[in-house]
């Protein structure tokens, strides 16, 4: 069974920092992209950052030039610094990994269970 398990959100004032990260566990074949998405109270999940196997990285419009994201292939984790912390960055913060389990499988995306992000101003 594959485990994505995030640590690092909590509380902090607005122009502040925190890291998020996030380890894969379990039978993994191999990895393809990891990343982060976002879901405020009332809107949809959005994707804030996404990093490939080879290190090529997308970000979220609002966060660019914030947040930086980051991975430790060796680890299997996945990491979100976030700085210049804005209100509107607050929300749940969940990792996705795109990965397959075996040779045989194809690609499944996996999710984290969450970790909250509260931005106070």
């Known amino acids: 069974q594959v485990q994505l398990v995030e640590s690092g959100g909590g509380l902090v004032q607005a122009g502040g920092s925190l890291r998020l990260s996030c380890a894969a566990s379990g039978i993994i074949f191999s990895i393809d992209a990891m990343g982060w998405y976002r879901q405020a109270p009332g809107k949809q999940r959005e994707l804030v950052a996404a990093?490939?196997?080879?290190?090529?990285?997308n970000y979220a419009d609002a966060v660019t030039g914030r947040f930086t994201i980051s991975r430790d292939n060796a680890k299997k984790t996945v990491y979100l610094q976030m700085n210049s912390l804005k209100p509107e960055d607050a929300g749940v913060y969940y990792c996705?990994?795109?990965?397959?389990?075996?040779?045989?499988?194809?690609?499944?995306?996996?999710w984290g269970q969450g970790t909250q992000v509260t931005v106070s101003s």
């Open positions: 996705n990994a795109r990965l397959r389990r075996n040779y045989y499988d194809g690609y499944s995306n996996y």
């Open positions: 990093v490939t196997s080879d290190g090529s990285t």
